[in-house]
């Protein structure tokens, strides 16, 4: 029932910007943490960021300052505002919730290249 899915991924130049949207259905949003994961080839999946339903934050040291999540829980919608965009952050970016935060999307692909 529980249903995440990420969309907005694409490909731009180093330096460049992107949003990323997370659409959830079959809970109820607003009660639970979301998170953005992140996966490159060869590597393990990585926390990007999270944030709970009243809007408390948290990054990876990596994306610390360029980087932004936010959630309208009107919408039932998680956000990542990827800004100052590297090579080393191409991946596939997964959106994680649900109320036993065990729930995973079908991943969005985030290619950084000149």
């Known amino acids: 029932q529980v249903q995440l899915v990420e969309s907005g991924g694409g490909l731009v130049q180093p330096g460049g910007s992107l949003r990323l949207s997370c659409a959830a259905s079959g809970y109820i949003f607003s009660l639970y943490v979301t998170g953005w994961f992140r996966q490159a080839p060869g590597k393990q999946r990585e926390l990007v960021a999270t944030i709970t339903g009243v809007g408390i934050t948290n990054y990876a040291d990596s994306v610390k300052g360029r980087f932004t999540i936010s959630r309208d829980n009107a919408k039932n919608t998680m956000y990542l505002q990827m800004n100052s965009l590297r090579p080393e952050d191409t991946a596939v970016y997964y959106c994680?919730?649900?109320?036993?935060?065990?729930?995973w999307g079908q991943g969005t692909q985030v290619t950084v290249s000149s």
């Open positions: 994680r919730g649900g109320p036993t935060y065990r729930n």
